[in-house]
């Protein structure tokens, strides 16, 4: 089959399409024929590795060190048909239509990929395209998260941080079921998009400083995590709610320790195993109730043009590879 390798950490072209084995399901695995996957900011972040943060020792172990082990094949997310089911495979059939996360097991950027049927994969509705399920397993389950976590309501007002990306274009919309006046922030030309997506407020991060409107927000969704955090925490109301999901060592000891005399907080997200929500958002999705947009799709050979692109940061929502 043909699939993605991923041959060092470095420029977009490490990137490399081979003709490598097809996969075989294990007992309690499924084999998908991958119609669609994404290029997430998690997956640029780690072509290259070029972050610090907690994790990079244990993701260097466990990726390779001086360049990624085997034939590893990048795709955290991805929609497509089950093809074949293991012997012991009881959840799903030949002819399944799903999304799934893939994780660090990782595999999306292929045209087949294995995955246990007790992992994050969810059947979608008929009427929703394999490209639009794709980007549901990251961005919009960390939207959700993001905004069940900070539990808005009617009234309450919310700031998006990032809100013109892949994970923020999906807590904007979030952000508004729940009733709360949401203001969305990012750059000169993605306030538009926000708006379009059904911001109240939009604000320039080129030309503004959010954390000098003092005591604005009851809740801030920093799901970019490129705020300063302590004068990020001065744009909360009292009783306000900063939720980040960073994971330095720095991030982490703030969070422990703020909660000043107004009682403001911080707080981290991180992902969790919500299926159910992961099958709320498709039926959301299929709906029309949220909305997800495709900047552009690629197909699975111009790959690292994908990628170069995910750089530029023109991108509003999504990136979606069409795999079949
Ligand atoms: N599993 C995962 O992959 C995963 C899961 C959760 C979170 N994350 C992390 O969450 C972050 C966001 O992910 P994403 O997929 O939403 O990224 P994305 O699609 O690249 O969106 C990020 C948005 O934030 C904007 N931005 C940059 N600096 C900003 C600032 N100072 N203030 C306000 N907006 C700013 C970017 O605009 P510009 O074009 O100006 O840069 C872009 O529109 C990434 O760092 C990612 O690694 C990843």
Known sequence: MRAIVWTAYGPPDVLQLRDVEQPVPGDDELLIRVKATTVTAGEVELRSFRFFSVLTVPLRLFFGVFKPRGQRIP???LAGEVVAVGAHVTRFKVGDRICAHAGLRFGGYAEYATLPERGMIVRIPDGLSYEEAATLPTAGLYARYFVQRGDPGPGQSV?????????????????KTTGAEVTALDRTDK???????????????????FSQRARSFDLILDVV???????AVCALKPGGVYLHSNVSLLRFIQTKLTRDRN?????FVTDGNDREGL???????????????????YPLNEIACAHEYAETGDKRGHIVIAVA
Do not use: P
């Not at 306030?191 to 400083?209: C, K, N, P, R, W």
């Not at 995590?225 to 004068?231: A, E, T």
């Open 75 to 77: 795709g955290q997310e």
């Open 159 to 175: 700031l998006v941080n990032g809100g013109g990306g892949s994970i923020g274009s999906f807590a904007i919309q979030l952000a």
């Open 191 to 209: 306030l538009e998009f926000m708006t379009s997506l059904g911001a109240d407020h939009v604000i320039d991060y080129t030309q503004e400083d």
């Open 225 to 231: 995590d490129k705020s300063w955090f302590r004068r």
């Open 263 to 267: 009682d403001r907080t911080a707080g």
């Open 279 to 297: 099958a709320d958002l498709a039926e959301m999705l299929s709906s029309g109730e949220l909305k997800c947009v495709i900047d552009r799709t």
